[in-house]
């Protein structure tokens, strides 16, 4: 079955980092562009960072710049989304997804939540 | 980047039509023909309807339709059925690699 699990998102104060998880499986992940979708409670879908497939290079959206890393392992099938100086408004159900046709996200996990708040 | 602006709300009863438009500029809509759309039901993931302004994924009914005219895109859903009660987010590539998702348009079937 193709799916990707996303994992890791916990509640953590402002300033602090934490690390998101995607594992991909039932198909060739190295092939793939990849993304993170964030989606603040009651909100709508919010674009955060993609990644090639080869992992060379990712980009963000504004407000994260300089704050979140994407990152991908191939040998683990794994993505990753490191975030750094987190603020209250990064609070979100954080979405991995796999571009699948060309600018459109065919595959995506259930979520994981990320609660930033002292 | 700003959210493309979609209607917060739009209505049909079952075997009507509805149409949802998705309003940016001519850096995303308008200057590029990557425009998709995702359904998300409450409590549930997305799920891609529309890629490249009107193309469906296998297994999307063609009763969804998307198109585009200028900086503004829409999507159509015809023959409106119960189960596509949703929320509907339109998104388009910003260039750069580059995304912006829509405001996102709840549909209420009658």
């Known amino acids: 079955e193709v799916q990707v699990v996303e994992s890791g998102g916990d509640l953590v104060q402002p300033g602090g980092s934490l690390r998101l998880s995607c594992e991909a499986s039932?198909?060739?992940?190295?092939?793939?562009?990849m993304t993170w979708v964030r989606q603040a409670p009651g909100q709508g879908l919010e674009w955060v960072a993609n990644i090639k497939p080869d992992g060379s290079e990712g980009y963000y959206m504004d407000s994260v710049k300089g704050r979140f890393t994407i990152s991908r392992d191939n040998a683990k099938n794994s993505l990753y989304l490191q975030m750094n100086s987190l603020r209250d408004e990064d609070t979100a159900l954080y979405y991995c997804?796999?571009?699948?046709?060309?600018?459109?996200?065919?595959?995506w996990g259930q979520g994981t939540v990320v609660t930033v708040s002292s | 980047q700003s959210a493309l602006t979609q209607p917060p709300s739009a209505s049909g009863s079952p075997g009507q039509s509805v149409t949802i438009s998705c309003t940016g500029t001519?850096?995303?809509?308008?200057?590029?023909?990557?425009v998709s759309w995702y359904q998300q039901h409450p409590g549930k993931a997305p799920k891609l309807i529309i890629y490249?302004?009107?193309k469906r994924p296998s297994g999307v009914p063609d009763r969804f339709s998307g198109s585009k005219s200028g900086n503004t895109a829409s999507l159509t859903v015809s023959g409106l059925q119960a189960d596509d009660e949703a929320t509907y987010y339109c998104c388009s590539y910003t260039g750069i690699n580059n995304y912006v998702f829509g405001t996102g348009t709840k549909v209420t079937v009658l």
């Open positions: 490249e302004v009107y």
């Open positions: 001519s850096s995303d809509i308008g200057g590029y023909n990557y």
């Open positions: 039932g198909f060739t992940f190295s092939t793939y562009w």
């Open positions: 997804a796999r571009y699948g046709y060309v600018a459109g996200c065919d595959i």
